[in-house]
């Protein structure tokens, strides 16, 4: 084996030009499609990241009827759903996919919270549980956030967001102040802000679009302080921190299928979803793999040049080293050791053609993100591929050569000398 390498080195050094115009066609296709990949991979982290955020990895389990989230404001709560209780959650807990989880009531706000003269429109209210704010991975920007007193003693307090604190208080010092939510005083004790702040990657209008989510804010309250304002005409929900981003949608499925276990109203389209934007995310993914696929299979095309080159080369070789061969065979090599010897050689060819190629599909890979403002990220799985793939081209193409070269009479290959 070292044998066969050291003469295919050999060989490819002594005719340079040759061999390199031999590997172009493999250099091409393989540089192609790792810039392709590349591509391909940075648009899908784009995507992913721009809809998941930084590492947030929360899933929604809402109360849906008939697909679509129901909204008190214009309906009442199905009979047959229960509350949803102390062991139910803990039953979510317990999946492997979900590192905390915590109820959560929600309204959106249309003209029910004041500050002074000012109405807060199109945020949302939510009655939370204390574990909520560190489920949804928010931190302490002011003040502070509930405690155990303020729930024991059903104190009307509420901690708010920075787009709430903005929109309702402009450049006042939140704290303390009053705000009016459904009819009912409740005193601001803190202002929250998310633990990882991430923007989303906008490059077009389409990105503008798909990514951004305008919200005029959230105000919280304690859950129960929820009837004191809203009754009980809203149905709890469940927040969910997936372990991991990649486990979000199995979290996501398998809480709503858990809550889904208790409800006696699914003849009527009514069961809880898991709004899971990792699922939205894999959906748009796969439209732009979709498209991407037909540029991998045009790249492939030069694949199938290259290594139709490399059986053309090879033939050549074998013709050039026919008394080579003849005297070879002459002293007693076998048919498998010649035809060894010449598919190391085109293995190596093409194995060579391949690196260039991968170190090539880096490099316009980088140049694409520059010059088109394109994310890419190196597939490092997909270049080992390639440079395998590169080799069993080689050997592929390489064989009817070899068999050639093996197939030689010794005497008749020992007369063109």
Known sequence: MFE????AFRGIWTHKLRSFLTMLG????IASIIAIVSTIE????????????????????????????IDTNYMEIPDGVPMVTDSTLEEIRDFDEVMSASRYTERMVYDGVYYKETTMEGGYVRGVEMDYFSTA????????????????????????????????????????????????AYTIVGVITPR??????????DDYYTFTQPESGTVYIPLCDWPISYRYDVPENVLVRAASTDD??????????????????????????AQDLLEQAQQMQELANSTNKMLIWIAGISLLVGGIGVMNIMLVSVTERTAEI??????GARKSKVMGQFLTEAAVLTSLGGVIGVASGIGLAKVISIVANIPVAISWPATVVSVVFSTIIGIVF???PSRKAANLNPIDALRTN
Request: aromatic share 6%; glycine share 12%.
């Open 326 to 331: 003849g005297l070879k065979k002459a002293i």
């Open 398 to 400: 390489g064989i009817l």
């Open 26 to 29: 493999i250099i091409i296709g």
């Open 42 to 69: 940075g648009t899908n982290q784009r995507i992913k990241e721009n809809l998941i955020g930084a590492g947030s990895n929360t899933v929604s389990v809402i109360l849906c009827q008939d697909d679509y989230p």
């Open 196 to 205: 990882n702040t991430f923007t989303p990657d906008i490059n077009s209008v």
């Open 248 to 273: 979000m949608t199995a979290a996501g499925k398998k809480s709503a299928d858990q809550l889904n276990s208790y409800i006696h109203a699914r003849e009527y389209g009514v069961g809880y979803q």
């Open 4 to 7: 066969n390498l050291r003469l």
């Open 137 to 184: 991975n928010l931190a302490v920007k002011e003040g502070r956030l509930f405690t155990d007193d303020d729930l024991k003693k059903f104190r009307k307090v509420c901690v708010i967001d920075e787009e709430t604190c903005a929109g309702l208080l402009g450049n006042e010092d939140p704290l303390g102040k009053v705000l009016e939510i459904g009819g009912d």
